[in-house]
């Protein structure tokens, strides 16, 4: 049973950084593509970043140059870094193995001005 569970969503201030976590099981981890999603209230689901297998990377319009996608396979866990936050990066973000209908619960970030 795939499995994944994200963490690290808080409040912070505009300006300031953060750093998600997804954590995956039931799954070959190394050899999936990974990516992140976000949905504000009222919104659509929004595509954020995604990290391949060989690590090549890809982002979102709206947040490239401010997020990062990293993964550890030796943890099986993707990493989101957003530095730079703004107050419309306020959502719900969620892991999703690329391509696949695997979710995990979603961890709510929200950037005050």
């Known amino acids: 049973q795939v499995q994944l569970v994200e963490t690290g969503g808080r409040l912070v201030q505009s300006g300031g950084s953060l750093i998600l976590s997804c954590v995956a099981s039931?799954?070959?981890?190394?050899?999936?593509?990974m990516a992140w999603f976000r949905q504000a209230p009222g919104k659509d689901r929004e595509f954020v970043a995604a990290?391949?297998?060989?690590?090549?990377?890809s982002y979102g319009n709206s947040v490239k140059g401010r997020f990062s996608v990293s993964r550890d396979n030796a943890k099986n866990t993707v990493y989101l870094h957003m530095d730079s936050l703004k107050p419309e990066d306020t959502g719900v973000y969620y892991c999703?193995?690329?391509?696949?209908?695997?979710w995990g619960q979603g961890t709510q970030v929200t950037v005050s001005s």
């Open positions: 990290i391949t297998w060989l690590n090549t990377t």
């Open positions: 039931g799954l070959t981890f190394s050899s999936l593509p």
């Open positions: 999703n193995v690329r391509g696949f209908d695997y």
